[in-house]
């Protein structure tokens, strides 16, 4: 659990795209951050107030998060004079860098010497328990891709978006860095050991009131052969009792293996429901999200539809259509 | 990689069961073993020379495989004096034990002073890459089950055993402690991190002859929902020509969920092919393996003659009537 509110440290990001963790955090935690700290030659913004490490804390401010990455996930020797300050300034730190915070040992020193955190969300900070598929009260939506990076944290950030704005109960609940550190806490997946990794997504989403949300964010995919295990524990671990289907329609083959096709989303749909009913006999498909970035926007609008009339099922890209029609078909299960 | 062959050490085991690795390691790999080491008031025997420490070097044992596991898997301080004359002997210590060798300082600093090996098979000893999908050389089986603990591991061995009487190439592939001390070497799947799991496998199996098998070690089950994860990684990363389909038919319920009914082996087939597929477009289901141990003779010849019918695919109990009919199954894929 990460304090908050941020202050968001976007360092010399060389490009705006740099600081996609900062501005994941600025498009659907505004809340979260009170300003940002840039250094000389910062080429990005997130349009939020630029601050002294002083200002911030007197803004309120708890935690300096990294928002920002360089070449090879370093922690850059030129950031370090500002860490150590903020420390001293009493702020903890949070990083979903490789690098890790508690592996520089000038960090660590001034940590304890301080008695302030260092948070690496990229490493487990939690026993997990294996899991024992007990039915749990509440209910779960898992985003399911065909690939990887195909969109399922946007849907799901977007989705519990529209539920708050609705006054539906609902949970974004991050398995991944960039989510972790968007909402303060979650579960980094991909480092959690084999035996415990559906346990840690029971973990996750316990009991809850019978009308509230869990919208897990999904990882992976399970036709991509590097990463279907970690899908798979989310799939059984999540218990869902809805699934959307997301996918990108033009994409050649599975990121990062070029000799394998993508599949259809039937297969999406017909191989993920069979599993997710293991665990969760009432599961079914609610809906369909569409990465349409790299469309026009009557391409896109006509892909859609095409898919809709096809699968039977609500089909929207969020990003550009919202995440509505999603909603309202959650809020029928 | 751990030197062979080996000392089996079953301390002072207090029933035949505490030691199942050495009963493993003396069904399937009796070349490995040279000889047992008892203490008194041991109550397991493996039928082979009792020897002393010096007998056992004198004959050529290389390490001490502890053999045996008491309550806790705890490393008792009554074997605590065998295993440091080991060490100062000239033999490395293996062990499956979750108390590993190398958190006992004793241990430790005698090993480290003789320069001896102390190989804790529970965690990885490598650094396993990301998984890449490629396709490898050679062919490559794998059982998959209903449940845990339906034989899986049995099967691969004795299909391993029957395909090296005839002649054929073949490699066992360990997967779990048990197999791991049984062969000297494998993956320990359930401890690798959720991004490297099959990454693992495909280092485990990698391209070899084209008439070469690598019979893979299965753990858990693709409808368990504990361990599903791991299921899914061996699949994918093991890029099976051929599928096994393993079953325990008097098992009431998934192993450890008592909510939980087993899947039909038509729903094992459908779905462990259609993800297997994934991987390798031209694997197939080959035959079927069923544990009969809970049933009579007659029943089990019934049972499976029955199974074959209605499945089409060669059906034996391994351990009743051997794994020639399987072999013969994967020998014309």
Known sequence: MIDTPYLLFLGDAPDPLAAK????????????????????G????MKLPDMSLAEARAAGAKTLVIGVANRGGLISPAWKKVL???LEEGFD????????LREEPDLKAVAEATGRQLHDVRVPSV????????????KRCLAIGTDCSVGKMYTALAMDLEMKARGMKSNFRATGQTGILITGNGVPLDAVVADFMAGS???????????????????????????????????HGG??????????????????????????????????????????????VVGISINSQQMGEAEAADYC??????????????????AARLVDALAAV
């Open 84 to 86: 150590i300050e903020a």
């Open 93 to 100: 730190l949070a990083s979903g860098l490789h690098n890790l």
């Open 305 to 322: 539809a095409k898919v809709e009339a096809r699968m039977g099922l609500p089909c929207v890209d969020p990003f550009r259509h919202g």
């Open 21 to 40: 963790v900062a501005q994941g955090i600025r498009d659907w935690r505004p809340d979260n951050a009170v300003g940002q700290f840039r250094m000389a």
């Open 201 to 235: 997504i029971e973990w996750l989403t316990p009991d809850n009131d019978a009308d509230h949300w869990d919208m897990i964010e999904g990882q992976g995919s399970l036709f991509h052969v590097s990463y279907s295990g970690v899908t798979m524990a989310l799939v």
């Open 127 to 138: 026993k997990y328990p294996i899991a024992n598929g007990e039915k749990r009260t509440g």
């Open 239 to 284: 218990q869902p009792d809805a699934l959307i289907l997301c996918h990108e329609p033009t994409r050649t083959h599975m990121r990062g293996l070029p000799g394998y096709k993508l599949p259809s989303l039937e297969d999406l749909r017909d191989i993920g429901l069979r599993l997710a009913q293991v665990a969760n006999p009432a599961c079914t």
């Open 42 to 45: 910062c080429l990005a913004d």
